[in-house]
C-alpha cells in the first residue's frame, strides 16, 4: 500500500507538495504567493481565471486598488449622503420655554408657537397652557392638537439660491420658494436662516436647530456676509468715498466692512458688512444712486458656495455646525 511513496529500490521517495512546472504529472497544488509583488501575476483559481478581490459585504469590488464607485445620489437624504448630528447634553432638571422647545422640535417658528399657545392647543402633562411666559422640562408630556411633541434630530442644509425664489416657508402667491427646491432632502421641518430678495442668488441656511438660527439672526453676534455686486454703472470715487464713509438706512449708520473692485472696470464690486437690515446692499447703493442689477451673496458666516451649483443643496459638515455653534464666524 505504500509503493506510490517507494522508488524501485525499496528507498522512500519525497511526496512533491508543489508543481514545478505545468504539464503532465504535475500536482494539482500549485504554490499560492502570499504577496503580491509588482510584475507578478495574482493566484489563480481552478478555472483559470484571476482571483477576484471581495469587500467584506460579498460585493465584488471593481477594478483598480483603492477606486471607489461615485456617489451619484446627489441632494437625496440617504444613508450614505445625510450628515447626522449629535444634540448637545441637555440637562433634564433645566426648564425652558415652551415656544423655544416647539420651535426645537420642528412644530413651527416661536413666533406660530407663541399663537398656537394663546389658542389653547398645546397641552403639557394633560394641562391646556395658554400663557405666553410657559415653561416646560424635557421629561413632560408635551401634545400639540393632542399629538406627542417628539424633539426631531437637528438637520443643517446650506443652499446656493437662484433667482426668481422666494426665501419663505410658505408663499400665498404660489411662487416657486427655496422650500421647493430642498422638499425632498430631509423628512424634518426646516426653514431658512434670514432672508434674501427674490432675485438675489447665493448663499442661504436652512435649518431646524430654532438656537442657532436666533443666534445668526441676531444683530450683536456681528456675523459677516460677502456680495458680489453688480452696478447699472461705474461706481465713481466720490460715491465710492461715501459708502465707505456709511450711509443712514433707517436711523442706523451703515459702515461696509470692506469694498474692493474684483474685476477691471467700477461696476463689479465685492461688499463685506454685517449689517441685517432688509435690502441693505441695495439701498445702500440706491442712496448714492445707482442700481443694483445683480447681487450674490458668496459667503454667509463664513459658510460658503464653493462645489455648489445654482439651485444646488448640500449638508454642512459636524465641523462646519461646531463653528456655528461657538460662533467662529
Known amino acids: 500500500m505504500f509503493d506510490k511513496f517507494n522508488n524501485n529500490d525499496g528507498e522512500r521517495k519525497p511526496r512533491p507538495r508543489f508543481r514545478r512546472e ?13 504577496f503580491h509583488r509588482e510584475g507578478e501575476s495574482r493566484p489563480f483559481n481552478h478555472d483559470g481565471e484571476s482571483r477576484p478581490h471581495f ?36 440637562d433634564p432638571t433645566k426648564p425652558v420655554r415652551l415656544n423655544k422647545y416647539l420651535a426645537n422640535a420642528g412644530i413651527c417658528s416661536r413666533r406660530e408657537a407663541d399663537d398656537f399657545i394663546q389658542a389653547g392647543v398645546i397641552t403639557v402633562n394633560g394641562v391646556t397652557v395658554d ?22 434630530r437637528k438637520v443643517y442644509i446650506l443652499l446656493n439660491k437662484p433667482k426668481n425664489t422666494v426665501t419663505t416657508t410658505d408663499d400665498p402667491q404660489e411662487r416657486h420658494t427655496v422650500i421647493d427646491i430642498v422638499r425632498n432632502a430631509c423628512p424634518e ?11 438675489t442668488t447665493g448663499v442661504l441656511l436652512l435649518t431646524n436647530d430654532g438656537d442657532l438660527a436666533a443666534k445668526l439672526t441676531h444683530p450683536k453676534y456681528n456675523k459677516k ?37 474684483p474685476k477691471q472696470d467700477r461696476k463689479h464690486i465685492g461688499l463685506e458688512i454685517h ?42 459638515t459636524p465641523k462646519e455646525v461646531a463653528f456655528l455653534q461657538m460662533g467662529q464666524f
Not at 131 to 152: M, N, Y
Open 22 to 34: 505545468a504539464g503532465e504529472g504535475a500536482s494539482m497544488h500549485s504554490p499560492r504567493p502570499r
Open 55 to 90: 469587500s467584506h459585504d460579498g460585493e465584488r469590488r471593481p477594478q483598480g486598488f483603492g477606486f471607489k464607485k461615485p456617489n451619484r445620489n446627489n441632494g437625496v437624504y440617504s444613508n450614505k449622503k445625510q450628515q447626522v448630528y449629535r444634540e448637545q447634553h441637555e
Open 131 to 152: 400663557s405666553l411666559g410657559a415653561k416646560v422640562l424635557p421629561t413632560d408630556d408635551i401634545r400639540f392638537h393632542d399629538q406627542p411633541v417628539r424633539r426631531e
Open 189 to 199: 421641518r426646516i426653514y431658512p436662516v434670514g432672508r434674501l430678495d427674490r432675485n
Open 225 to 261: 456676509k460677502i456680495y458680489a455686486v453688480t452696478l447699472d454703472r461705474e461706481l465713481d470715487e466720490v460715491d465710492e468715498a461715501i459708502v465707505r464713509a456709511g450711509v443712514t438706512l433707517d436711523d442706523e449708520r451703515i459702515i461696509p466692512d470692506a469694498l474692493e473692485f
Open 275 to 316: 449689517s441685517g437690515q432688509n435690502r441693505v446692499v441695495r439701498r445702500i447703493f440706491e442712496k448714492v444712486g445707482y442700481k443694483v442689477v445683480n447681487l450674490d451673496r458668496v459667503s454667509f458666516a463664513g459658510l460658503t458656495k464653493k462645489n455648489v451649483g445654482r439651485g444646488k443643496y448640500r449638508f454642512l
